[in-house]
């Protein structure tokens, strides 16, 4: 098997190579090529850790295994970071270990590209002002491959933690473009593609502040509970997503479903707008891509930076 470890990921895995992958998986996903296991998460009772397993197999690509981590809130004293995942692949025509390979940036990177293959597809035209709600590690992740998906000018943020809008307003500065703290009245009504990344557990983006046509990415609700966006905005919003059950379970469609406002059936896996089986945006005022993160995602980064460790000899071969 190969090992490609966590160290090695930054010089290999490009955004456009995650971009790239993240796009044909979702594809694959809606051609009923490649689905998704079902997710396994549980708070172990040990060090508030949450742990678990998000796998799938992809019959296009031939991509089957699992990404197996989760987070660990006290890992400062260790000297980690909170997320730990490491993605396992396997040989789908034997049952082999293939690869073991660092999964931490991947996730990261993976995550941004899922939101800027939403802002490729289903952006209005000409879109021009991005709109940043969030200020945590994964915005600037959001923040650099949306700038490689659409033509923006400038960059409106806000983050219920105002201290910590110098990531945004650094990552704005890397890119090239300005950027500029504003309240979410400005942001809904100026930017025409808005990224939410928070843990929040109450709407921050409320009906009343988007005026449209805007393509809206939420990216941060992941679990049950969590909340960004306000149903009434959902309800009156076209609606995709990554994989349906899941936006309408744990993803930030669960409140607008909870409430009856929306149906499974009115979400649409973004995959077929990729492979052209629907129109995506068409004449909607507000699109909303609700990104929750499947394992198939994790699987294809993984095997796009195993390829390209094993061609720049950064893979390690070892017998199992
Ligand atoms: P982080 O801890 O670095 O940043 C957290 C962000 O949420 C900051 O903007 C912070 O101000 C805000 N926040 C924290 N507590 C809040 C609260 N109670 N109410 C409102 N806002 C709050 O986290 P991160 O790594 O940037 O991740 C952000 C979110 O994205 C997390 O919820 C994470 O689980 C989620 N996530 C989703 C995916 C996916 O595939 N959909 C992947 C990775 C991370």
């Known amino acids: 098997m190969w090992v490609?470890?966590?160290?090695?990921?930054?010089g290999l895995m490009t955004a456009e190579a995650a971009f790239d992958a993240v796009e044909s998986v979702f594809?694959?996903?809606?051609?009923?090529k490649a689905y998704n296991f079902p997710v396994v998460r549980e708070a172990i009772g040990h060090e508030d850790a949450l742990y678990g397993f998000k796998g799938g197999f992809d019959g296009a690509a031939l991509n089957m295994g699992l990404k197996a981590g989760g987070y660990?809130?006290?890992?400062q004293k260790h000297g980690l970071i909170n997320h730990q995942s490491t993605v396992f692949l396997f040989d789908p025509d034997t049952g082999r270990v293939s690869a073991a390979v660092g999964?931490?940036?991947?996730?990261?990177l993976r995550t941004?590209?899922?939101?800027?293959?939403s802002i490729k597809h289903l952006a209005p035209k000409d879109a021009k002002v991005l709109g940043m709600i969030g200020a945590g590690h994964q915005s600037a992740f959001q923040m650099r491959a949306a700038s490689k998906a659409g033509k923006f000018e400038r960059v409106l943020g806000w983050n219920p933690h105002p201290d910590m809008l110098g990531r945004l307003e650094?990552?704005?500065a890397e890119i090239g473009l300005p950027f500029e703290a504003v309240d979410l009245d400005r942001l809904g009504s100026e930017a025409d593609v808005i990224i939410s990344i928070t843990s929040a557990f109450e709407p921050l983006l409320k009906d009343g502040h988007v005026k449209g046509p805007t393509h809206?990415?939420?990216?941060?609700?992941?679990t049950k509970g969590k909340q960004e966006l306000d149903p009434a905005l959902v309800a009156r919003a076209r609606l995709f997503t990554d994989e349906v059950a899941q936006s309408t379970s744990i993803g930030e469609f669960q409140h607008a479903a909870g409430q009856g406002l929306i149906k499974d059936a009115d979400v649409t896996p973004i995959g077929k707008v990729i492979t052209g089986a629907h129109e995506g945006r068409g004449d909607a005022e507000v699109t909303i891509f609700d990104g929750t993160g499947v394992g198939l995602q994790d699987l294809a980064v993984a095997a796009a930076v195993v390829d390209l460790a094993r061609d720049q000899g950064k893979a390690v071969e070892v017998e199992i």
């Open 72 to 75: 660990w809130p006290n890992n």
């Open 103 to 108: 999964g931490n940036l991947l996730t990261a």
């Open 170 to 172: 650094e990552t704005a």
């Open 216 to 222: 809206i990415a939420a990216m941060g609700t992941d």
């Open 27 to 32: 594809a694959a996903m809606a051609d009923g």
């Open 112 to 117: 941004a590209a899922a939101s800027s293959v």
């Open 4 to 10: 490609v470890p966590e160290k090695e990921i930054a």
